[in-house]
């Protein structure tokens, strides 16, 4: 399904996002073609999940998946990133975040447009429950070294191990595509501070 809030000026309420509070919620930030999300959603009935993705073509790319599997436990909202998370989410609603092979904006006058900043990583503290997890995965080494730096400086999270195999975890389309070019990919997993 299509996630469209009903006011862009308030913070959603969770039970907007989807109607059982009970239900643990992941989020995907920059979802892509959903192949990550519909194959999470599809082993985890008993979770939800919510794509965001600001391209048109991948967010109805991530819905029509959703569709033919008849996945009602995702939802798609085609929106900025950070728009989404610091002002549309609600506070602690989301029991993981997946941040995966974020575009790495290599020139340096198109650092600024990266996401990983202090306003993120505080964004991500307020958006995450008690305990929360936020996943982070890329193939740009110098990326994955500048964000680690900004979040291990953020007294909002904590880094945790996240051993391969630890649970079940899709590859992306990107992650393909990579790995099919002989590329390393760095992942790195982080708890909200207690
Ligand atoms: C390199 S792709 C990775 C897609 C997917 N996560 C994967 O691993 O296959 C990055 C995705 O994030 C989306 N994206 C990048 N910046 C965004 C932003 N500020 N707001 C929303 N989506 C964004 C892009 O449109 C693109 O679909």
């Known amino acids: 399904m299509q996630l469209i809030p009903p006011d862009y000026f308030r913070r959603l309420d969770k039970e907007e996002i989807f109607p059982d509070q009970q239900r643990k919620l992941e989020i995907d930030l920059g979802c892509g073609d959903g192949s990550f999300l519909t194959g999470l959603a599809g082993h985890h009935p008993e979770r939800d999940f919510l794509g965001v993705e600001r391209l048109l073509g991948r967010a109805r790319k991530s819905y029509r998946k959703a569709c033919r599997a008849d996945l009602k436990n995702l939802k798609v909202l085609r929106l900025e990133i950070s728009y989404a998370l610091e002002w549309l989410l609600p506070d602690s609603c989301a029991s993981r975040i997946h941040l995966l092979f974020p575009d790495p904006w290599p020139k340096k006058k198109h650092h600024k447009r990266r996401l990983v900043t202090?306003?993120?990583?505080?964004?991500l503290g307020r958006v995450l429950e008690p305990g929360g997890e936020f996943l982070l995965k890329t193939d740009d080494a110098e990326y994955f070294e500048e964000s680690m730096v900004v979040l291990m400086a953020s007294p909002d999270l904590e880094e945790i191990a996240w051993e391969d195999g630890a649970f079940f975890y899709p590859q992306t389309?990107?992650?393909?595509?990579w790995l099919g070019q002989g590329k390393t990919i760095q992942s790195a997993r982080f708890r909200v501070s207690a």
């Not at 202090?118 to 964004?123: K, V």
């Not at 389309?173 to 595509?177: L, P």
């Open 118 to 123: 202090a306003e993120f990583c505080a964004a």
């Open 173 to 177: 389309d990107f992650e393909c595509r």
